[in-house]
């Protein structure tokens, strides 16, 4: 088969890749590892890279899943399931993060619930993992064995790292009044997080292990494919 779509979407991936550990190491870099919300300003680094590399990213990563699960439907065997269960989890993710996370976070902060903000972080901290295990199952059904055996630890230290390094801050969440231009009140979160900190060093150091054999499972998939052609 030629595989010239899932050739395609493989490469898709790759960039999207990229721009998340441009986004992930250039916010580190800009804060020092720190994560505090004051920092985090309307022209600062991370909300720079994240405005304008994320949707891309994003956008990337929905064009990919959606042409590998098209070109699925004329295979058999594994890779069938897989690619379906992979769009599946994708388009759950978007439906946890628009449709449970910002309407129950932005109760929070409208009425001035921490417990709501909280609530809404761990939803779109849980959902995560469904975005994380995408890439494993996008691509296991025509990766060969030595990709294979890349993807599932790749997968297993991506979601262990990256969810409790988003997990565990939010216990500490808090929330402070803050006035809008009509004088209403609102909420603003405030949260303090050292990466350089334990556990958080070592969660990060897991997180971007996991994302790096991912990249490198995908980009030997990449050539391997286009080998065959």
């Known amino acids: 088969m030629n595989f010239s ?128 295990l995408t890439p494993l199952f996008l691509i296991y059904g025509v990766a060969e064995p030595l990709e294979r055996r890349i993807l599932i630890p790749a997968s297993t230290l991506t979601v262990a790292g990256n969810f409790l390094l988003t997990f565990l801050p939010i216990w500490s969440v808090k929330i402070v009044p803050t006035s809008l231009v009509d004088g209403a009140r609102m909420y603003r979160p405030l949260i303090e997080v050292n990466y350089l900190s334990q556990p958080y060093l070592t969660l990060l150091i897991v997180g971007y292990l996991g994302g790096i054999l991912y990249l490198t499972a995908y980009i030997s998939t990449y050539l391997k494919l286009r080998s065959r052609q």
């Open 5 to 132: 779509r899932t050739r395609l979407a493989i490469l898709l991936m790759i960039i999207c890749m990229i721009l998340s550990l441009v986004i992930g190491i250039g916010s580190l870099i800009s804060t020092g590892a720190q994560l505090k919300s004051e920092l985090i300003t309307a022209f600062s680094a991370p909300t720079l890279l994240i405005t304008f590399l994320d949707p891309i990213a994003m956008a990337l990563e929905f064009i990919a899943v959606i042409l590998v699960f098209a070109e699925s439907r004329r295979m058999g065997g594994l890779h069938r399931p897989l690619a379906s269960l992979a769009l599946g989890f994708l388009i759950a993710w978007l439906i946890l993060n628009f449709g449970a996370f910002l309407p129950t976070s932005f109760m929070g902060l409208l009425t001035g619930s921490v417990e709501a903000v909280r609530l809404g972080l761990i939803i779109k901290s849980s959902a995560a993992i469904l975005q994380y």
